[in-house]
């Protein structure tokens, strides 16, 4: 052991029984810490933590499965004693290997103490599946100065040896050892609670643009990257309102792709005969996997909801009936998500040139803004919001169902219900960029003042969901 290590060794060892007095003489940087733990993962997941002292941040999260690991005997020690329902292994971190799958990983207020940060995202890179998320709380280098006056003065536990990474230091190291960052989010500009203060400046002002950069804590969300595609089948869900000169062409001009593909139409109170041109289609073509459906609510939001209860493809695709996203682009959708470039694949329409009819200039400036407002929101960029083609795993869309109840049932269009829950899932949103079409048959079914009016509604929600909570 290297005289550095020996030292951060030896401090923690010998701080362990003072790391709860520490806490609670500052317990709202514990309790935003935890706070923030606790809305990135979702209660009952299966979570290590990677340098847990005592166990508190752990056990905050309510996992299903918890395990801690620290190499001080003393901390874990005490951490058994306070949280006998978790695990906990005295180890090193560099050393440790688990045996089993995790949803979740915990580092934090880690890496400032490790000896050789890319070796660790090495070992942890032996280990996960391609699912497990590694969430990353570090502080903001800018705030080197502030902590070393609070260490002098004795309002924050001493800390030798510190590492002061950036964001992109740590995704450069990230990048090295096969991961990439989903997310960044920065809280807490002032780390002492003061009732008034505390509302305006961490909840409000500290998760505006610019200024949340000098927030004192950065929360990195990542994920491994595995390129070992394998063939999966698909459900193309095509929900429709008065789309009958559209069906067939839903069924011809989409490409073959998967192992296996299930067409599933919805029709929801039509006035021109689609129901019975769905029910033709599915006559016409009997070599294909097609099932006709007809929605119990209203809305696209509603229709989307009810096909994919019963769709039965690993892979979920919407496809709206106006074939403005051509079929023929389905495969990029399916290829991104099975070459794992992202976990929820989203239409972007807006940077080929159009046909003249596609969409309307306030439709299109007003994508323009929820892009903008919605990459601010969910932390990942997304260039084009409202783009009806989405695409994801079937096991992905299981989980945005189990953690609905944190927005509700909000959403009559459904995109938003899919993007929100994907992003409060952390799965890494990819846009697959697309040429927007003319529509050949019918109008379009978007009330451009009522409907946006709705949105901004919905945006508002999201934001107080989201951001400013």
Not at 288 to 312: H, L, T, W
């Amino acid at each position: 052991m290297e005289r550095g290590q020996e030292i951060l060794y030896n401090y923690f060892e010998h701080s362990a029984h003072d790391r709860d007095k520490w806490k609670r003489r500052n317990r709202f940087y514990q309790h935003s810490l935890e706070k923030q733990f606790s809305f990135i993962i979702p209660q009952g997941s299966v979570v290590l933590e990677l340098g847990c002292s005592t166990g508190d941040l752990l056990n905050a999260v309510k996992p299903s499965k918890g395990i801690g690991v620290d190499f001080s005997p003393k901390a874990i020690e005490l951490a058994r004693a306070k949280y006998p329902h978790l695990e906990f292994h005295e180890a090193d971190v560099i050393d440790f290997k688990p045996d089993f799958d995790i949803d979740y990983i915990i580092v934090s207020d880690l890496i400032t103490s490790l000896w050789d940060v890319q070796v660790f995202f090495h070992q942890v890179r032996s280990y996960v599946s391609p699912h497990t998320k590694i969430v990353i709380s570090s502080f903001n280098y800018l705030w080197e100065p502030i902590l070393k006056m609070g260490e002098f003065f004795r309002l924050k536990a001493h800390q030798p040896l510190q590492n002061w990474l950036s964001v992109k230091d740590i995704e450069n190291l990230l990048g090295l050892e096969n991961f990439e960052i989903v997310k960044v989010e920065r809280k807490l500009l002032f780390p002492k609670y003061i009732p008034l203060f505390n509302l305006i400046v961490n909840t409000f002002l500290s998760n505006l643009p610019g200024i949340g950069n000098l927030n004192l804590v950065q929360f990195i969300t990542a994920r491994p990257l595995y390129s070992q595609p394998r063939d999966y089948s698909v459900t193309v869900v095509v929900p429709a309102r008065n789309e009958m000169g559209n069906i067939e062409n839903a069924i011809l001009r989409t490409p073959e792709f998967g192992t296996h593909q299930e067409f599933i139409f919805i029709e929801g109170n039509s006035s021109d005969g689609t129901y019975d041109e769905m029910l033709r289609v599915q006559q016409a073509y009997p070599q294909k996997d097609i099932k006709v459906m007809k929605q119990s609510g209203k809305g696209k939001g509603n229709a989307v909801r009810e096909a994919f209860e019963k769709a039965e493809g690993d892979i979920l695709i919407i496809l709206d009936a106006d074939l403005t996203t051509p079929p023929e682009d389905m495969p990029k959708f399916y290829e991104a998500l099975r070459w794992n470039k992202g976990e929820f694949i989203n239409g972007c329409r807006l940077v080929y040139p159009m046909e003249k009819q596609a969409m309307r200039f306030l439709n299109f400036l007003a994508n323009k803004f929820f892009g903008w407002f919605f990459s601010f929101l969910l932390g990942q960029r997304l260039k084009d919001t409202l783009c009806g083609t989405k695409v994801l795993f079937r096991t992905d869309y299981d989980k945005i169902i189990a953690n609905r109840h944190y927005f509700g049932d909000f959403d009559p269009f459904g995109d938003f219900d899919l993007l929100f829950g994907a992003a409060k899932l952390n799965l890494k949103i990819t846009e697959v960029i697309v040429r927007y079409r003319d529509r050949e048959y019918g109008s379009t079914q978007i009330s451009r003042f009522s409907h946006g009016w709705l949105l901004i509604k919905m945006s508002l929600f999201a934001a107080r969901k989201m951001k400013f909570r």
